[in-house]
Nanobody, 127 residues
């Protein structure tokens, strides 16, 4: 079992920045590929980005590419989502997710690919 806890959400103005953290317990994250997802009211959960278990490969949704950066510190069992130039349309609950990965360079972009989920953290961007 992997327990994931997100933190770092909050209220920020358009153009502002936030860094979300996802801390894991129960298992070391070095064998897990990680993803960040978000869900706005009335919308389906969507992929924001993903990082392979080694950190060597990343994926970003087109809407956040160039503004969001995923990184991970396997020694600290923590994954980060750095968000800059935030827009009102980024407002959502953000979730991190983990899945066991056999290959160090693989990313997973579907929510159904992931086994473990955090409880989410709210990000609100005011206009």
């Amino acid at each position: 079992q992997v327990q994931l806890v997100e933190s770092g959400g909050g209220l920020v103005q358009t153009g502002g920045s936030l860094r979300l953290s996802c801390a894991a317990s129960g298992r070391t994250l070095r064998n897990y590929a990680m993803g960040w997802f978000r869900q706005a009211p009335g919308n389906e959960r969507e992929i924001v980005g993903a990082v392979s278990r080694s950190g060597s490969a990343t994926y970003y949704a087109g809407s956040v590419k160039g503004r969001f950066t995923i990184s991970r510190d396997n020694a600290q069992d923590t994954v980060y989502l750095q968000m800059i130039n935030l827009k009102p349309e980024d407002t959502a609950v953000y979730y991190c997710a983990a899945r066991l990965s056999l290959y160090s360079g693989d990313n997973y972009v579907s929510s159904g690919d992931y086994t473990y989920w955090g409880q989410g953290t709210q990000v609100t961007v005011s206009s």
